[in-house]
Every structure is written in C-alpha cells, then in structure tokens.
C-alpha cells in the first residue's frame, strides 16, 4: 500500500477544517493519485448535544485515502459519540458527514446500509454475539448479506484467524471461552472479514495488557496497510495512538484542537495536548474541572 | 391552590408517559411487523426462536395444563354438587379450558419463561453494543432479532395451547374418571358433544394474539434497556409484568369480541 506522507505539523485554530494526512499533489496526477487527494472522509461543523449538554461542537476533519488518523482525548470528551455519529449509530444534531464525497445524512436507511457495507467497526469490548461460535462471529456480515455460503463462511473464517494468530479450533469456540486478546482479535477478525474501505477502531487496547495491546495495535496496523483501508481509531492510549496513527488529531471540548502526526505531538505547543499527553494532573484541563 | 395545581401537573406528566409509552409500543410493533414482510427473512433465527418457545416451554405449559384441568375438574364437582349439577363437569372443563384457561394459563407461563429470557438478552446484546454491531454489519436489528420473535410467538403460542386444551381436559378426565366415579364414554362424549370448533378457535385466536405480545414486550424492553446490569434486570422485570397485565387485558378484550352478545 502506498501511503500518504504525514502532513506539517499544525497547531490549530478553533473551527478550522483539518486536512489530514494529504500529500502534495504530483504535477500530473494518476487516476489513482487524485482519488488519494480527495478526503476519503469529510466532516464539516458536526454537532451534537444530550439535553443540555453539548458533547460535539462543530466538529471539522477531513480524513484522507489509506491513512490511519487517530482521534485522542479525555474521557467524556465526544471521541465515541463522533465515531457512532459517523457509522450512523447516533443522529447528529446538525453538520455533514462526507464519505467519498456524498453526504450520509440524508441519506435514506438502505443506501446508508450500502455504505456502511463498506465499513468495518472494532468495538471497545468487542460486542462478538454471546450466542454464535467464533466463525460465525468473524464472518456474520458476509452470511447476513448472502455473500457467502456458512461452508465457506467456515473456511474463510479459519483463514482470517490464521492470519491473526488463532487457530482454526477457535471457530468453534463461543465468545465466553476466549480470553480477553482472543476476543479482541476475534471483534479485528469481524470487522475485517468482508475487506472495508474504511475501518474504525474504538479503544482498542482497552482491558488489555501492554504486550497484547501491542500485539492488537500492530496487527490493526498490519490489516489497515494489507487491505489498504482508511483507518479512524478513538483511544486515551497514547502508546497505541502513536503506533497505529499517521495522523492524530485531539478533542478537546467538543471540537478537534490540535492535529498533526505522531513525531510533531510533543511539540505542539498546545498546552491541552502537552498536559494530556504527559497525564499531568495540573494544567489547563485539570484547571477546567476544577471549575 | 398550589397543592391542586402540583396533584393536577403529577397526574398530567403521568398521562403523558403512559401515552408516549404506548404510543413507542405502537410504533415498535409496526416497525417489527413491517419487517416481517419485507425481506430478507432470518429464518435461523425463527426456528432458534420458535424451538425456544414451542418446545422448551413445553414441559411448564403441559403440567401447568394437567394439573389445572384436575382441580377445575374437582373444584365444579363439589359446586355443582350443591345444586345436583355433577353431570355439567366435563362440559364446564372442556368450554373453560379451551375458551380461557388454556391460552390465559399458557401465555402466563411462557411470558414468565420467554418474556424474561427475550429481554434478558436483547437488553445484553443493547448495553454491551453487541445490536450496534449488527448495525454496523449491514444487518437491521429489528429485522434479526424482532421479526423473527414475533412471527414464533403468533405460531408457538396456539401450537402450545392445542397440547395444553388435550392435557387439561385429561387431567379433568383422570379426577372425573379415578376420584369422582365418572364413566369412561359418559365423560368423553359429555366433553366432545358439548365442544364447539368456535370454543378452540377463540382460544387458538387469543394465544396467537398473546404469544406476539409476549414477543413484542420482551423485544421492546429489551431493546430500551439502558445502564448496564441493573438496566437489563429492569427490562426483564418489566417485560414479564407488562406482558401478563397486557394477557389479562387482552383476554377480557377479544372475549367480548368473540362471545358477547
């Protein structure tokens, strides 16, 4: 996969739409080259509020073709309500979602389920169905769309677990017999079995040790690259947010603060990313809840 | 004056729940119904469903069915002894059973059975965001998890009811025959010569009505659950005791239909 060159490093004024993760266009572009300069996702003032609180304030980011971006920030901060806005879980309150170019919003439910055909979705706990085996888990999507048969359905699933490290015997496992990793690269078997465009993560590392967490980020980063797919991971890890991101991005308050890549993070000079990167209880954010 | 007006604004909010909860109930079983047919159909999940609700309440339904037919049997006995009307036994079994026991008795049970174990693990799959995934798989929720239910409960429920009408009327037949010195052929053909198609049908008609309901509350419940365990635990509670309420209701309604005059 060719992937695009990180951008500058950017500190970023409030509003201001983010352009990720895009490289400077060659003179004479291939067919391929211009599909790669045009935001694979586009998000413009997104909003979204829970009675009277306000969780997503106008919310602009652009993610580009093949890239991994990752969105960090602190708990409660909107990093999951802007990924369920996106995947269509949750109806934002106003704003645009852009995926290769249409707006999903308007969207009516079937040509919404085409979309999101094209996506596939790492939940934080996994969210694997209590009730089917391990094979049935990792390809639902296929067997649900009559893709595929449940024969091939075994087949293909042995094959994908292969490739992340679990033995076919696993297939015929249910969810509660695996252990925590398991589970986790049970849920990245799922959401990479029908090949998507686009993959989110959601917490990916969580509950997880630090050695299998990053054996999760290096296998999310091995897949992302494999199918070239555009990668969206939310996470407060910042040791996963710098291996699976080219690109990270932080939300702070309901808007994107600061983005750039992994190398320009510590020097970002903005003082809420400098104090959540380094976990210090005094700074600015602290300073706001106190408040 | 401000007292009335506090007891007026509760009254008033309460209302308004009431009404906005009926009118999601409403709304809910519409969606689920539209689902059943349009395709695709989950037929897997039917048959998962329809097992779960036929077969395995079977065992509950069946003792429940025997032993209310042997007291019915015992109870009019010693009723109708008071005015020389033993005679009327088999024919008060059978019309009470197959009319309102049987389906009444049965949708209990099964609401107590199959209400709790559907919103159990509806409400599982909602707050451990296992229904968001089947969303993001392309595969619509109330087309996998509530079409399927409800379409097993409109069939499992009088198929159950069919057994339960045959077991009650035996258990009424074993006291009658072993306790109260009936006759084989004088209690049996007093059962069926008195028995009406329109008495099975009636019943048949309200076990269907009442095993969508069953299916439609432990789904809707379910569905809403929210805050983890506890949330679960609430639904679970509220499926089984709206459902039976809805049975008792729903009982009264279609037997006016049915057999007022």
Not at chain 1, 75 to 82: D, I, W, Y
Not at chain 1, 101 to 117: A, C, F, Y
Not at chain 1, 150 to 177: F, K
Not at chain 2, 47 to 61: G, K, Q
């Amino acid at each position: 996969m060719n992937r695009v060159g990180p951008p500058s490093p950017q500190g970023l004024t409030r509003g201001a739409p983010l352009s990720v993760g895009a490289a400077p266009p060659p003179p004479t572009p291939s067919r391929e080259g211009r599909g790669l300069s045009i935001p694979k996702i586009r998000i413009r003032g997104l909003r979204k509020s829970f009675g009277d609180k306000l969780v997503l304030d106008g919310i602009d980011l652009d993610v580009m073709p093949q890239t991994s971006t990752v969105v960090i920030g602190g708990s409660g901060s909107g990093k999951s309500v802007l990924l369920k806005c996106v995947l269509g879980l949750l109806e934002p309150d106003g704003g645009t979602i852009e995926i290769d170019g249409r707006d999903i919003l308007p969207m009516r439910r079937t040509e919404r389920e085409q979309v999101r055909s094209h996506i596939g979705m790492l939940f934080q706990n996994g969210a694997l169905f209590d009730s089917l085996p391990v094979w049935e888990n990792v390809t639902f999507g296929l067997l649900a769309q009559h893709r595929i048969t449940r024969r091939e359905g075994r087949e293909r699933a042995a094959e994908i677990l292969g490739q992340l490290g679990l033995g076919p015997s696993v297939g015929e496992l249910y969810p509660s017999e695996l252990s925590g990793g398991m589970q986790k690269r049970v849920a990245l078997a799922r959401a990479i079995a029908a090949q998507p465009d686009i993959m989110f993560f959601d917490e990916p590392t969580t509950g997880l040790d630090p050695i299998m967490g990053a054996v999760i980020d290096g296998l999310i980063v091995d897949c992302v690259k494999r199918l070239g797919s555009t990668a969206v991971a939310i996470t407060h890890d910042m040791a996963s947010a710098r291996r699976i991101g080219d690109v990270i991005a932080m939300l702070h308050h309901g808007r994107i603060i600061w983005s750039g890549p992994p190398t320009a993070l510590m020097e970002s000079g903005n003082p809420e990313v400098d104090q959540f990167i380094h976990g210090r209880r005094e700074g600015p954010i602290q300073m706001e809840l106190r408040r | 004056m401000n007292a009335v007006l506090d007891s007026l604004a509760l009254v008033g909010r309460g209302a308004i729940g009431a009404c906005r909860i009926a009118g999601s109930l409403v709304l809910f079983a519409v969606s689920g119904v539209s689902h059943l047919l349009r395709p695709p159909f989950y037929w897997r999940m039917f048959l998962r469903a329809l097992i779960d609700m036929a077969y395995f309440s079977l065992p509950v339904v069946a003792l429940t069915a025997i032993f209310t037919g042997m007291v019915l049997a015992l109870q009019t006995y010693t009723g109708f002894a008071r005015f020389n009307a033993q005679s009327a036994v088999a024919n008060v079994v059978v019309i009470s059973l197959t009319r309102e026991l049987g389906p009444v008795l049965a949708g209990l049970m099964v609401a107590g059975r199959i209400g709790a174990a559907t919103a159990a693990e509806i409400g599982t799959m909602r707050v451990t965001d296992q229904i968001d995934a089947l969303t993001t798989l392309s595969t619509n929720p109330m087309k996998y998890l509530v079409a399927p239910r409800l379409l097993a409960g409109i069939i499992a429920l009088p198929a159950l009811v069919v057994v339960a009408d045959i077991l009650g009327v035996m258990g009424g037949f074993i006291v009658a025959n072993l306790k109260l010195g009936f006759g084989v052929e004088a209690y049996l053909s007093s059962t069926f010569d008195f028995l009406q198609t329109m008495d099975v049908v009636s019943g048949l008609v309200k076990a269907a009505v009442f095993g969508f309901l069953i299916a439609l509350l432990g789904c809707y419940q379910g569905y809403r659950s929210r805050g983890g365990a506890e949330g679960v635990g609430s639904a679970t509670t509220a499926a089984v005791v709206a459902a039976s309420i809805l049975i008792l209701a729903f009982d009264y309604v279609l037997t006016e239909l049915f057999f007022a005059r």
